[in-house]
């Protein structure tokens, strides 16, 4: 197949988005596909990637969103992406938590007649509450709604965030989970001399890893450090550093984490703690199961198809911040339900290998492809445009 993948970020940027595409781009690049990517520029100073898994990446000029810099919004014309498109003449359009340019490249892809997916990834609407910008959240409600309704299909990578979208009337909508490379995340690598340097030989380490920003409610985890032998560590970077340092101030902070440092870490956890009410997914959930540690989270978004309760972990109700100490708690002091919960967070992650899920994305390819063709008939779909010729 040849696919056209639109992302609204991308690499040197570094987050979940960017994170999927580049699993995906492997995946198809492993398949025999061809893919095209488009995305925003990066951020001054930082290389722009101009080929990825044999993918060519096209830039568009961007500029970073006020009040959170790491978010670049680009906004070419529609005939600009046409033309990007009637090029490369792809068999579909996938785009990536299409947002800004993603809203562009959606007008492209129905003037050209062409099928998309669109991949609902962040919940970038609900944001404006924490930002303290709640007057914008329907306007971007809006903005996703019109994107999903005007996609030929929409995916989501939990059943929570399916179902908001059929709640704002998109109706094709599918459940596409994220993957996991259990060889890379997985209890072996649990190092005790690297505990050593954070807890103490009879301190039980609780730990949260992720960006450090307001939507992430690290905050929440305070009531944590007055529990009797807990060792807090946080992971991570961000806008919110300096502050939740302060209000975490018995917490060890390692700033952010890759590759075995981060493995080393996850792994050597005894009870991960998720704080974020708004993540339509939370990977750093299923990293953590990978490798054999037990989570508490809320029950919202996410973590509610990631979290067992009562068997891989615990889920609490948002905003009850004493029932998550009060499952911390029980973790804390009893080791052996650490360690039934982290042998059945590990074993829960056993189907769900990136090639799997990704196999499953060429399926919805197909379907998206052949509801184009129904929707062509019906007229909502105007025929596909004459393409370049291959």
Known sequence: ???????????????????TVMRLLDYLADRGDEVLVLAPTPGRGKDAVDSYAGAEVRRFKAVPLPGYAEMRLSTPLVRTLEEHLRYF??????LAAPFVLGWQAIG???????????????????????????????????????IHRRATLSLAPSTYACQQLIDRGVHRVAVWPHGVDREVFSPCNRDEALRMTVAGPDEVLVGY???????????????????????????GD????????KVLNKATFTGHLGGTDLTR?????????????????????QEAKASG??????????????????????????????????????????PGLRAQMGEAARASTENRTWDAVNEQVT?????????????VVAGTLAPRRRLLTR
Do not use: C
């Open 108 to 146: 492209a892809a129905q003037s050209l007649g062409l099928p998309s997916v669109a991949v609902y990834q962040t919940e970038a609407p609900t944001y404006a509450r924490r930002y303290k910008v709640k007057q914008l959240e329907p306007l971007l409600w809006k903005r996703v709604t019109d």
């Open 238 to 245: 961000g806008p919110r550093r300096e502050h939740i340092q």
């Open 265 to 285: 870490l996850l792994a050597s956890l005894d009870v991960f703690v998720h704080t974020g009410e708004m993540d339509t997914f939370a990977q750093t959930i």
């Open 1 to 19: 197949m040849r696919i056209a993948v639109v992302a609204e970020s991308f690499l040197p940027q570094a987050n979940g988005v960017t994170v």
């Open 363 to 375: 399926v919805h390819y197909r379907n998206a492809i052949e509801f184009a063709a129904g929707d």
């Open 209 to 235: 890893v992720g960006r450090l920003a307001r939507e992430k409610q690290v905050e929440d985890l305070a009531g944590l450090q007055s529990l009797k032998g807990v060792r807090l560590v946080v992971a």
């Open 293 to 334: 540690v037990p989570t508490v989270a809320p029950a919202r978004g996410g973590p509610i198809d990631l979290v067992e309760h009562g068997v891989t972990g615990f889920l609490y109700k948002p905003g009850d911040l004493h029932a998550m100490k009060r499952h911390v708690k029980q973790l804390v002091t009893d």
């Open 89 to 94: 003449s792809p068999d579909v359009v996938h």
